[in-house]
């Protein structure tokens, strides 16, 4: 499922690569398209680079971790990651604190 990219909030979305890693219990994870998330670049100095974001799976509905997946990713804050989020900038995805998945922008679409 992809989002409907006429709407402001999609002015500026990364294409990337993406993969999911299996729970901490050692489980395999089923992710679905539309996976909302924390995002935090891997590197960054500050907490505040912490942001949140949506995944959408490109050519897939649900993905298994341990898959490297191409994927869109959309931000809540778009206008602040303008400056923060490009081309080979690696990142993980989280939730409530734990790791989720990592991935790298492979190129930027305005």
């Known amino acids: 499922m992809l989002p409907d990219f006429s709407k402001p ?16 219990d050692g489980t395999a994870r089923k992710i679905h398209s539309d996976y ?7 590197g ?3 907490t505040s680079a912490m942001s949140e974001a949506r995944v959408y799976l490109v ?9 490297d997946v191409p994927a869109v990713l959309t931000f809540l804050d ?6 923060r989020c490009h081309a ?5 995805l989280l939730e409530g604190g734990v790791v989720t998945a990592v991935g ?4 930027i679409v305005r």
């Not at 909030?9 to 901490?24: G, P």
């Not at 050519?59 to 898959?67: D, K, P």
């Not at 778009?78 to 400056?83: D, G, K, P, R």
């Not at 790298?104 to 190129?107: F, I, K, L, P």
């Open 9 to 24: 909030a999609f002015s500026f979305v990364a294409l990337c690569t993406i993969r999911f890693r299996d729970r901490e």
């Open 36 to 42: 909302r998330c924390q995002l935090c670049y891997i």
């Open 44 to 46: 960054s100095a500050t």
């Open 59 to 67: 050519g897939r509905e649900h993905v298994t971790s341990g898959e």
């Open 78 to 83: 778009w206008e602040a990651q303008q400056h």
């Open 88 to 92: 080979g900038t690696q990142f993980e």
């Open 104 to 107: 790298t922008v492979h190129s």
